[in-house]
């Protein structure tokens, strides 16, 4: 009998022991999961900080209105001039003309994955738009200024070597995989529930795509071409190199502009003395992004808000 106690009593024992460890080591996790996310918020605390603190001193020197007002960016040559509306334009130029390329190419390979292709069709697509979104955006470049830009030149003779349809065109290819992959997701996710019941009224497949998977899929195929935006509109390295280094007002995409990422790129290459306000203006150009995104980012979220579904299967 008092083996039998002592028996479990030890078994008593060790799961006691063990709660202790269980309720330890869930502990640990969650403290590991906090310090996870604090890390993000410290990270973006710290670039906004850096920023602004970098920021501050340009404009003691250059007025608010004058850098959003200004039609000229200059501040490497004398006379130095600081309107930023070039560089924005020219951000703003490529991003549009991004958007009209990646946006009917991504949506459009979307329905066709997800309404019309089969597994095996699919199983060859995916890989291959996965692969196009891991080749280097300096590739693209090249590419552009190597194929793009000589394509164009023979169709339209106004087209200089360095421009921002070029740039804007090869910024579109890169984005499509991501437009396509989201809202080709977003449509999959949509209940079956729905086509059935739009092919039991007699709609076509072409029907039902695009007046009912479409709608309903609405809010994240607005998420994927708002992400491509944003894409595009930080770019850097295929743009430098395809739309070249010329911060123009101009809507023109047949002229060479220059973007405020390609600004950065070009004013960062080391022969900027620090402390000078030529130096920060690559703070300057990097919380004008910065307040960009946030900005768009915002307006995303309420338009998701409107616009989102939710089902019940």
Same mark, same amino acid.
């Given at each position: ?85 070039? $560089? ?24 066709? $994955? ?23 955006? !300096? ?25 921002? $349809? ?12 991501? !437009? ?134």
């Amino acid at each position: 009998m008092t083996d039998n106690h002592s028996y479990w009593a030890a078994i008593v024992r060790r799961c006691r022991n063990w709660n202790r460890n269980s309720r330890f080591s869930e502990k640990s996790v969650v403290i590991f999961l906090w310090l996870s996310a604090m890390v993000s918020i410290l990270t973006t605390l710290g670039i906004v900080w850096v920023l602004f603190k970098e920021s501050l001193p340009f404009f003691s020197e250059v007025s608010l209105f004058e850098y959003l007002m200004g039609t000229q960016w200059s501040p490497l040559f004398s006379p130095q001039k600081f309107g930023v509306l070039p $560089l924005i334009c020219g951000t703003f130029l490529i991003a549009a003309g991004a958007a009209m390329v990646a946006i009917p190419f991504g949506v459009g390979t979307a329905i066709f $994955l997800s309404e019309y292709a089969s597994n095996r069709t699919r199983d060859v697509i995916k890989p291959v738009m996965e692969v196009l979104s891991g080749i280097p955006t !300096v590739v693209y470049g090249y590419f552009a200024l190597t194929f793009i830009t000589p394509l164009l030149q023979s169709v339209i003779a106004d087209v200089e070597v360095f421009n921002a $349809l070029s740039g804007a065109i090869v910024v579109g290819i890169m984005t499509i995989p991501m !437009v396509a992959s989201l809202s080709d997701d977003a449509m999959r996710a949509v209940p079956d529930s729905l086509r059935y019941a739009a092919y039991a009224l007699g709609s076509t497949k072409f029907e039902t795509s695009f007046k009912i998977v479409f709608p309903a899929a609405l809010s994240g195929v607005i998420a994927s071409m708002v992400l491509a935006v944003s894409r595009a509109i930080g770019e850097t390295m295929a743009v430098t190199l395809a739309s070249g280094a010329t911060p123009k007002l101009t809507l023109n995409p047949l002229e060479s502009i220059q973007t405020m990422t390609a600004y950065i790129v070009q004013v960062s290459l080391g022969d900027t003395p620090q402390g000078t306000i030529e130096y920060q203006t690559i703070f300057v150009i990097g919380l004008t992004l910065f307040v960009i995104t946030l900005c768009m980012n915002i307006v995303s979220n309420k338009v998701l808000d409107r616009y989102k579904l939710k089902y019940e299967v």
